[in-house]
């Protein structure tokens, strides 16, 4: 199977994983399940996915255990975009080249919208049958990385860093817990949803993910400001406009760009003992970096 | 110990777990650890922690597993205090007496607080050092009880319910989701942290839960409407006042009054072959009805 081809099963798999591991929009409160749906149902790169079921093929797990994961850190992801999105954070109207959630609905929904997408991917992964303990595995490894040490207090420090001025290590500090903390949790999540990988294994996977975390976020950064807002699906210029830290705007463009190059050459380092199980995860970083060229 | 002094004990005892279950406001993102700790360490009735402690008598749970089961159902019960208070949903600005968490901070940190002890909720059980199936008995039911088919999705409900004439049955599934499931929820986490208790006595304790939480509504909608501001520490009279669906507008106070001691009863009479292991849950549901006597 190509690359291309194989990106497209996933999504396709994890569509028909988010339709299974939603409450049907025909059960009460059928206004709330249908805006969670209207939510995680309207495409998306699926990036969490991806990497979910590119490392399960690590640890050689099976498609239903990694579609419960995958599902689960996506709903995690979703909630946080819903919640973004709303007046009081971004206060976004375009996500996916559709209306924001709180724009389609309404404000308080879209509150609760996010709200029960979070509890929602940690019913499904309680609910998954595999092992308790690979259950709690995780378990632990999405809420560690989902919580104030990770994706919303990432969150909280950008919100505080509006109009400041922030250096490479702030910068990076703020971007390994907001987007990069729930990227290194899908790659673990999918490492350990199958047969145990040594330590080391394990320890080369989560560093690669840290990595990659990075990676993607300089790479969005770029796209704010090189890609036009029908191309991105959403309002571009928003982090320049709203005076936001960036790497370009701290490295410039050429300099962000270097900077991608090296991380790739670093996370495809990481993982090159991995051999024939990492190949998804390569094709995946080239994947990222790819859209800036 | 009397029952007072035990109530006493029980909430210094979730004080102490939540202190601890918290993140440490040193830590980044140190305003909203702090914000965290604000809307969780500020007194309260801790009603969901006494339930979960009193139902651990029954299974003879250790005192440890249930601070963590304690302080998990506080978060979430705290985190869904937050979002409701915001300004999209009942825009409240007093709460145990002190401004609410977006009139203290702002409404983006409230947003997040929200999110982040909905998390931490489930990295406190996560990471409960006790049998992995146990752990995850304790996640599920948690999850379940907080989401669209609980909590959450009682909210929904609720909101989609202002201004409209429910009957019994509507109003009821509405409070059974909105505070039934967490309260229920609570029960049965104290009977599942320790010893195995027998099929049939889990479910006396859990439609023992079920009751409590449909009368500990009943009660509340009573106190809304003949208790002061002064004394409930949040805004009275703000139900009737938003024409909000209660059981004083739909059978009057003396229906709502006649209505709560048949709920007491029976609530009484499920755990009564329970003995002296439902000596603490015998007493709270008197504690909740005294109120209003």
Not at 104 to 110: G, K, L, N, P, S
């Amino acid at each position: 199977m190509t690359f291309n081809a194989w990106m497209q099963d996933i999504r396709n798999r994890t569509a028909l994983a988010l339709d299974r591991y939603l409450p049907p929009a025909s059960h009460l409160p059928q206004r709330l399940h249908e805006a969670m749906r209207y939510a995680c149902l309207n495409g998306g790169k699926r990036l969490r996915p991806l990497l979910v079921h590119a490392a399960g093929e690590a640890s050689r797990a099976t498609p239903e255990a990694l579609d419960a994961c995958a599902a689960a850190v996506e709903m995690i992801h979703v909630y946080s975009l819903v919640h973004d999105d709303m007046p009081c954070m971004d206060d976004d109207t375009l996500r996916r080249g559709q209306p924001t959630c709180h724009v389609q609905y309404d404000e308080a929904t879209a509150l609760l919208v996010g709200d029960a997408l979070q509890t929602q991917a940690f019913v499904t992964l309680a609910d998954t049958p595999l092992q308790p303990a690979t259950v709690n595995a995780l378990l632990r490894t999405l809420a560690h990385a989902s919580g104030s040490a990770g994706m919303a207090g990432g969150q909280a420090i950008d919100l505080a860093a509006v109009g400041q001025q922030l250096n490479a290590a702030q910068l990076e500090q703020m971007h390994i817990m907001k987007t990069g903390a729930l990227i290194r949790a899908s790659i673990r999540m999918g490492a350990l949803a199958g047969e145990s990988l040594s330590v080391e294994q394990l320890d080369l996977l989560d560093r690669f993910g840290k990595n990659l975390g990075l990676l993607f976020q300089v790479v969005d950064d770029i796209l704010d400001c090189t890609a036009s807002t029908d191309t991105l699906g959403k309002t571009a210029g928003k982090d320049a406009a709203s005076d936001k830290p960036t790497y370009v705007s701290l490295m410039g463009l050429t300099g962000a760009r270097a900077f991608a190059d090296d991380l790739l050459a670093q996370a495809q380092k990481l993982i090159a003992p991995l051999d024939a199980r990492s190949t998804r995860l390569q094709a995946i970083a080239l994947e990222i970096i790819q859209r800036t060229h």
